[in-house]
């Protein structure tokens, strides 16, 4: 190939791969801005997810020197990761009621070890509690540990520890403060919505006699973390037995968050 045609063969190689690398700048940048818009909405879901949460399990066997149980403790909680003063805060706060837990979980021993030693099968007192994040948001961590107690007899008996947090601060929130009343508005609105849906259903899980139900919720202060936050609703439950029967487990009624008196 002579000089001539060398260059004119490779003046059009040279236009086409410019129009090549033309036609591919595009793509790549929107490819670019692609992974960018990306990244950015995973960040944002990142922050609206609030606390990042794991949950921990504190367990332990009493047993008598030949191996047989006579108690069974299982306490599962929520743990933030990070090192932030909100995830301080909240695992501070977790810390102290498994501290709590386990001081009350040993006041029975004595009874359980004497009871399990005049039986002849396997069965033994428990304390088990179970964890369940009802909503973690960039606002809001409420945390809800349901708990059972088993002493023999015909079954356990259930309990509940419920909380809000502030997902910034870590700190526990009340719910008169989240819906923007003094405690004794709260008891008020509460009672009032559980009188009403005893009266729409009185057969519902109360108790039959209205009068005992209104007694039983006017002894009944539902400031004390009788409640939990989901789906932006605050849910008040009756621990069993407290408006209804133990088949009836706990009583619910509700209050949307953005509620005021």
């Not at 990042?52 to 066997?61: A, C, G, N, R, V």
């Amino acid at each position: 190939m002579n000089k001539k045609n060398f260059t004119k063969g490779s003046g059009i190689a040279v236009l086409a791969a410019a129009v090549a690398l033309a036609t591919a700048a595009p793509a790549v940048c929107s490819a670019g801005a692609n992974a960018q818009i990306m990244a950015k909405a995973a960040e944002e879901d990142k922050k609206a997810e609030g606390m990042s949460l794991k949950t921990k399990t504190y367990e332990h066997e009493y047993k008598f020197k030949d191996g047989k149980i006579y108690k069974k403790l299982s306490f599962k909680y929520p743990s933030a990761e990070g090192d932030s003063e909100a995830a301080k805060t909240f695992n501070d706060y977790y810390k102290k009621l498994l501290k709590k837990w386990k001081k009350a979980a040993k006041e029975n021993l004595a009874d359980a070890k004497e009871l399990v030693l005049q039986r002849e099968d396997d069965v033994f007192y428990s304390d088990e509690v179970t964890c369940e994040i009802m909503q973690n948001d960039e606002n809001y961590v409420s945390v809800l540990l349901s708990g059972y107690s088993y002493e023999f007899g015909a079954h356990g008996m259930p309990y509940r520890y419920a909380d809000i947090f502030d997902a910034k601060t870590g700190k526990k929130l009340s719910a008169a403060k989240l819906l923007g009343l003094t405690k004794k508005q709260l008891n008020e609105k509460v009672r009032g919505l559980y009188l009403e849906q005893f009266d729409k259903d009185p057969e519902s899980g109360f108790y039959p006699d209205r009068k005992d139900v209104e007694t039983a919720l006017n002894e009944t202060d539902f400031n004390k973390n009788l409640y939990y936050l989901k789906d932006d609703k605050i849910y008040f439950y009756a621990d069993p037995y407290l408006v209804g029967p133990y088949a009836a487990g706990f009583i619910e009624v509700s209050v949307d968050l953005e509620e005021t008196a």
